[in-house]
C-alpha cells in the first residue's frame, strides 16, 4: 500500500473517531430510595422494614454534575397550572396529568381556576375496560395505565368534578394507593375468563362494589360554589369545556404521515385510531407553537433514558448514546419498534425555556414520586426540566387544542 494511501486512510479514521467522539460522561449510581420509599410506601404499608441490608442495583446514568442545567422553574416562561400533586401508589400519571392540563384549560379560556377530580375519571376508566374486558371475553387490556384521551372519552360520557367533591381517598390515607384494589378486580376478571362466566351485568356490578369498597362512590349530583350540578352539567355549564376542540398528535413511522391513526401501544387498550400523525420536524414544529403561544401540553413517553435525572430532575439525550444533531425520525422509530421507548408515562407540558446555545427547554409538570426526590420547598420538588432533544427522540405524542395543528389540518386524509 502507498505511503499516500495509508495517509489518507489515517486521515479518514481519524476523522470518523472526531466526529463521534463523546464529551457527555456517565457513571453506575446506586439506588437511593426516594419519595416513593420515604413516603407513598410507609404510607400505604406496602413494605416491612428488613433486618438485614439488600444489596442494591445499580443503574447507568449520565453524569449531570458538572453542567450548567436551567433546572429552576423561575427561569421558565410558565402558564397557569395547578401546583403538583402525587398520584401516590397507582399507574394513573395518564389521568392526574392530563386532569392538569384541563384545568389549565379551564383557566386559558375562561379565567377561572378548578381542581379537577382524578378519581372520579378513574373510577369510570376502570369500568369501562372491565365491560370490554367482558365484551372481548378476555381478550382486551385490563391494567392500571391507559393514554391522555381517555380523560376526553370518560369526560364526554360521564361527565366531571371537582376534587373537593369526590377525591377518591379512604381510611385516612395521604396518599393513592391502588394496588390491593386493582388485584382483587384483575383477579376477578381472570375467574371470570377462567370459567367462561360472561355475565355483563354481574361482572360490572361486582367492580363497582370493589371500587366503591376502596375509593367511595363518586355522587349522581353536588353543589358548587353556590350552584347544583350533575357531573354533566358541570362539565357543560361550569367547565365548559367541548371536548371535540382536543386532539392527539403523534409522529411514528410505522403509519402513514398526514392520516388519523392508531397508537398501537397496550394502554390504548380501546384501539383509538384518531392520533393525528406527522412527520417528526412538523411534531416538533407544533411543540414549539404550543408552548410558546400559551398552549399547555398533556405529553407521553419514555422516562427511563440514561439521560432522565432524578438528581438533577433534568432529561438530556447524552451524546453517547446519539448525538444532538443526528435525532431524527429513523432514530425515533428503531427505538419504538425495539421497545427501548416504552409509552411509560405521562406528563403536563407549562413553561418554555430557550437556553444561551439556542436550545429549547420544556418545564413539565409531573405526579409521579421521581420528581420527588428533593425538599418540598426545593422549586425542582415536582417538575422536570426536558430539552428538546428529549423530547424529540422520547416524547410520542401529546393532547392539545386542535388550534394549534390549524396550520396543517387541510393536509390530512380525510
Known amino acids: 500500500m502507498k505511503k499516500s494511501t495509508l495517509l489518507i486512510l489515517g486521515f479518514v479514521l481519524f476523522s470518523v473517531s472526531s466526529l ?16 416513593y420509599q420515604n413516603f407513598i410506601l410507609k404510607d400505604v404499608r406496602a413494605i416491612k422494614e428488613k433486618k438485614h441490608k439488600k444489596k442494591m442495583k445499580k443503574y447507568f446514568r449520565m453524569d449531570q454534575s458538572t453542567m450548567n442545567l436551567p433546572n429552576d422553574p423561575a427561569l421558565y416562561k410558565t402558564f397557569w397550572h395547578e401546583p403538583t400533586t402525587s398520584q401516590g401508589n397507582t399507574g394513573t400519571c395518564w389521568d392526574f396529568s392530563t386532569t392538569s392540563f384541563y384545568e389549565s384549560e379551564v383557566y386559558r379560556l375562561y379565567g377561572k381556576k378548578v381542581k379537577l377530580s382524578e ?29 391522555g384521551n381517555a380523560v376526553k372519552r370518560i369526560y364526554e360520557k360521564y361527565g366531571a368534578m371537582p376534587r373537593s367533591v369526590f377525591d377518591g381517598f379512604k381510611d385516612g390515607r395521604e396518599y393513592y394507593s391502588h394496588a390491593e384494589m386493582y388485584k ?18 354481574f361482572a360490572i356490578n361486582t367492580i363497582k362494589d370493589i371500587l366503591d369498597y376502596y375509593m367511595g362512590t363518586p355522587p349522581e349530583e353536588f353543589d358548587y360554589q353556590g350552584k347544583h350540578y350533575t357531573p354533566k352539567s358541570f362539565l357543560k355549564d361550569y367547565l365548559k369545556l367541548n371536548m371535540n376542540d382536543y386532539i392527539d398528535i403523534i409522529s411514528y413511522m410505522q403509519e402513514p404521515y398526514w392520516h388519523q391513526v392508531e397508537y398501537k401501544v397496550p394502554d390504548n387498550w380501546w384501539h383509538d385510531k384518531s392520533y393525528y400523525n406527522v412527520p ?45 444533531d443526528y435525532i431524527n425520525e429513523n432514530a425515533r422509530q428503531f427505538r419504538f419498534s425495539n421497545r427501548t421507548t ?13 437556553a444561551d446555545d439556542g436550545k429549547m427547554w420544556y418545564l413539565i409538570k409531573d405526579s409521579s414520586s421521581g420528581s420527588r426526590n428533593h425538599d418540598p420547598d426545593d422549586s425542582k420538588f415536582g417538575y422536570y426540566f426536558f430539552r428538546d432533544d428529549y423530547a424529540k427522540l422520547k416524547m410520542m405524542d401529546f393532547s392539545v387544542h386542535k388550534d394549534v395543528l390549524k396550520k396543517y389540518i387541510g393536509r390530512f386524509t380525510k
Open 184 to 201: 382483587e378486580m384483575n383477579d376477578f376478571l381472570q375467574g371470570l375468563k377462567k370459567t367462561n362466566a360472561w355475565n355483563m351485568e
Open 280 to 324: 417528526l420536524d412538523v411534531y416538533m414544529e407544533l411543540w414549539n407553537y404550543a408552548i410558546q403561544n400559551g398552549y399547555t401540553m398533556a405529553i407521553g413517553g419514555d422516562v427511563s433514558e440514561a439521560g432522565f435525572s432524578r438528581k438533577t430532575n433534568c432529561a438530556i439525550i447524552p451524546d453517547f448514546d446519539i448525538p444532538y
Open 20 to 35: 463521534f467522539s463523546q464529551k457527555d460522561k456517565a457513571y453506575f449510581q446506586e439506588y437511593e430510595p426516594g419519595f
Open 119 to 147: 378519581m372520579f375519571t378513574a373510577y369510570w376508566e376502570y369500568v369501562e375496560k372491565a365491560t370490554r374486558f367482558v365484551k372481548e371475553r378476555g381478550n382486551s387490556n385490563f391494567a392500571e395505565g391507559s393514554e
Open 342 to 354: 416504552t409509552d411509560d408515562h405521562g406528563m403536563h407540558c407549562v413553561g418554555w425555556y430557550k
